[in-house]
């Protein structure tokens, strides 16, 4: 392998990182979507559940309704026998016999139609319910019919996108010796926000925001060995210059001074290592 400058390194493992950030963004996005899909298609099954409920009520006060007709007839029937009968009694006593069940037929009757009435309202109210709740569900199978067509144009889009950055990512790993590479790979597996190189930006460490000293900035800037964040040993790339003003400040400082020359880093084997050759 060519042996590289620490400055070279340096950048190829900030050019990985970036490469590295912008994949597991992609992954993470991917890995929402089809949650949100999910989540509307429970909602609608929970409202298809609703409308079946509502129908079955609607169908058993029908059959309560139907019941009660007949019901009604059977009493008109019997009004009607009664009736006759009434014609041919043989005293008073059958004749008001007769008058007494005419009369309870008619009050079944009437029950009857106050039981159809009672049953019509509470279709009526059923059937406001489901064209409520169909008019939401049709406009939740709108919204993913509209999600699926987003998630499949994402999922084809992010597979392109991905075969790109692992292509890249392919050429950048070229670019870093093996050990410098696993020590980069395990700064990252330990790291929640998946960040192993950082810049310093506003005299604080760009993984974990700890302040990091002048003197080690100056260090940082002179790129001859890899400095790691020593609270959270990520590995600082260098000084990010924030305003102009901070910027002529800084460089008013005197930096690159002579003896520090010889600390140069040639391999760095992992991230203890790598603490180490930070610390000697
Ligand atoms: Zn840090």
Redesign the pocket.
């Known amino acids: 392998m060519i042996e590289r400058t620490i400055e070279q390194k340096l950048n190829a493992l900030l050019k990985l990182q970036s490469v590295d950030s912008k994949l597991d963004e992609l992954r993470r996005v991917r890995g929402d979507l089809p949650n949100e899909v999910q989540d509307l298609e429970d909602e609608i099954i929970g409202f298809q559940t609703r409308i079946n409920n509502f129908n079955n009520d609607v169908h058993s006060f029908e059959s309560d309704i139907e019941s009660r007709k007949h019901r009604k007839k059977d009493a008109e029937k019997l009004i009607q026998k009664y009736k006759e009968q009434q014609n041919n009694v043989r005293n008073n006593r059958e004749f008001e016999s007769l008058s007494k069940e005419v009369e309870a037929e008619e009050l079944e009757m009437q029950i009857c139609d106050k039981k159809i009435k009672e049953a019509q309202d509470k279709i009526n109210r059923k059937q406001d319910d489901i064209a409520k709740v169909d008019k939401v569900l049709v406009e939740r199978q709108k919204d993913l019919d509209a999600k699926k067509e987003e998630l499949n144009n994402i999922l084809a889009e992010s597979e392109n996108d991905e075969q790109k950055l692992l292509k890249d990512r392919e050429k950048q790993t070229k670019n870093i010796e093996d050990r410098l590479l696993r020590s980069y790979d395990k700064i990252r597996d330990n790291s929640i926000n998946g960040l192993a190189v950082v810049m310093v930006k506003r005299d604080a460490?760009g993984?974990?925001f700890?302040i990091v000293p002048p003197q080690r900035q100056a260090d940082i800037r002179e790129k001859k060995k890899i400095i790691v964040?020593e609270?959270?040993g990520?590995i600082l790339a260098g000084v990010e210059e924030v305003a102009p003003v901070e910027e002529k400040k800084a460089r008013g400082r005197k930096i690159g001074s002579t003896n520090k020359k010889d600390e140069v880093v040639a391999t760095v084997s992992s991230f203890t290592d790598i603490a180490a050759a930070d610390l000697s």
Request: glycine share 12%; aromatic share 0%; charged share 10%.
């Open positions: 460490c993984g974990c700890n964040c609270h959270c990520r």
